[in-house]
């Protein structure tokens, strides 16, 4: 087990920019955060990571094992990756011919969190405390607040921010909800959910 600067790192990491890694960041057994990547403070990269030249990985992100976080794709502070996520970055790969000019930005928004093998497709935007359930293939953008599910994904609810699925009437129903759980107040505007201020 090895520390760089004010980060930890296991041994069979490895960092090749250590000055790119914030203040109490966990970095496990077998990942590899490259020359160009930034990433946080606060953060747990859990085994089998690979986080690319150019990559954005914002304070307090948990990543788990076996994510690959290409060119291109920002996670900002606090998302959640769960086990074997799936980023890409090139909308249609050839091995034959190189398409490095053609990356399209992926942007996971604060708090979002995306289920276990879940795979985004480049170029969307993953809203703010969003939530993609485990398996889930995210081929459109996804708004604040949504649950997005299934092959392809669709949407199926609202989240909370504290994580509990928020009990919503049909559309035409009413507009404003409390979270059971932590209280948290929403309102909601056509297909827009949007937290109360002072909730």
């Not at 948990?62 to 290409?70: F, L, M």
């Not at 959640?80 to 091995?95: A, H, Y």
């Not at 994580?163 to 129903?173: C, E, N, Q, R, S």
Request: charge should be positive; hydrophobic fraction near 40%; charged fraction near 15%.
């Amino acid at each position: 087990m090895t520390m760089g600067g004010s980060f930890w790192a296991h041994e069979t990491a490895c960092v090749d920019d250590p000055g790119a890694i914030g203040e109490g960041t966990r970095v496990w057994h077998f990942s590899h955060i490259a020359k160009g990547a930034s990433v946080g403070p606060r953060c747990s990269i859990g085994q089998n990571v690979y986080i690319a030249h150019g990559a954005v990985v914002g304070a307090g992100v948990k990543i788990q094992n076996n994510v690959s976080i290409y060119e291109g794709v920002t996670l900002e502070n606090g998302v959640f990756c769960g086990p074997s996520v799936v980023f890409t970055n090139v909308i249609n790969p050839r091995s034959h011919i190189s398409r490095k000019h053609e990356y399209r930005a992926t942007l996971v928004r604060h708090g979002a969190t995306l289920g276990a093998n879940a795979t985004i497709l480049c170029g969307l935007t993953i809203g703010r405390f969003a939530f993609v359930g485990a398996g889930a293939v995210v081929t459109r953008d996804v708004p604040d607040f949504a649950l997005v599910t299934g092959n392809p994904g669709r949407q199926q609810g609202w989240m909370c921010r504290c994580g509990i699925k928020l009990k919503l009437p049909a559309a035409g129903g009413r507009t404003r909800v409390s979270c059971q759980v932590c209280g948290a107040r929403y309102r909601r505007s056509r297909a827009v959910l949007v937290e109360v201020e002072g909730a």
